[in-house]
Structures are given as structure tokens and as C-alpha cells.
Nanobody, 120 residues
Framework: HVQLVESGGGSAQVGGSLTLSCVVSGPNQGNYCLGWFRQAPGKEREGVVAIGSDGNTHYADSVKGRFTISKDSAKDTIYLQLNSLKPEDTAIYYC???????????????WGQGTQVTVS
């Protein structure tokens, strides 16, 4: 099955930046949608951004203009550039993979272990 490993979380100041990475491996992963989700303490998990195998992207309104997803197919890696960070961006960030309807619905089958982002 598909495996995902995130890295790059950490602490940042308000207005600062971080870059998250997610290495994706496994069968058929090149045909899947990939997405970033986050879960803040005491809150439900929410979708941040998704990218299709065709490169089309869909961002949550809360991060539009501040976060950017990109994909390096040669490295089987997706990135999430987080700019203009706010305290409310503090959360565990997860990358995930599945067919696009599942990712868009917030219910992909394959998840990474998560990486903590703290903004203060």
C-alpha cells in the first residue's frame, strides 16, 4: 500500500515561513490525489490543500495566498510552503493520498504520521 512520510515541521514566529515535505511511495501512487490536512488541538481535522495527478490544486480559503503546494514527481515528494504564518496555523499537519473523490471528501485511505507546526 501507499506510504507517506512527512518532515519539516517545527516552530516559527508569526509572519514567518516553514516548508513541509512528504515522500510518497507505493503502488499506483502516481495516479492518486495528494493532500495536506491539519488538526489543531481540540479541533476537527481539516483539509488544507489537494493536488491531482494532473497538477490541479484546491486550497482551503483559510490558506489561499499564504500556502503553496508543489510536487516533484522525480523525487516522489510533495511540498507545502507555509508563508505569513498565523497562530491559528498551529496544528499537526498530515499528508495523505487516495483517489481524488476521497481526498476531496476528507477521507483518504493513506496517511502520513504527521508533523507538528507551532506558530507563536
Amino acid at each position: 500500500h501507499v506510504q507517506l512520510v512527512e518532515s519539516g515541521g517545527g516552530s516559527a514566529q508569526v509572519g514567518g515561513s516553514l516548508t513541509l515535505s512528504c515522500v510518497v511511495s507505493g503502488p499506483n501512487q502516481g495516479n492518486y490525489c495528494l493532500g495536506w490536512f491539519r488538526q489543531a488541538p481540540g479541533k476537527e481535522r481539516e483539509g488544507v490543500v489537494a493536488i491531482g495527478s494532473d497538477g490541479n490544486t484546491h486550497y482551503a480559503d483559510s490558506v489561499k495566498g499564504r500556502f503553496t503546494i508543489s510536487k516533484d514527481s522525480a523525487k516522489d515528494t510533495i511540498y507545502l510552503q507555509l508563508n505569513s504564518l498565523k497562530p491559528e496555523d498551529t496544528a499537526i499537519y498530515y499528508c495523505a493520498a487516495d483517489r481524488c473523490p476521497a481526498v476531496v471528501a476528507g477521507a483518504p485511505r493513506y496517511w502520513g504520521q504527521g508533523t507538528q507546526v507551532t506558530v507563536s
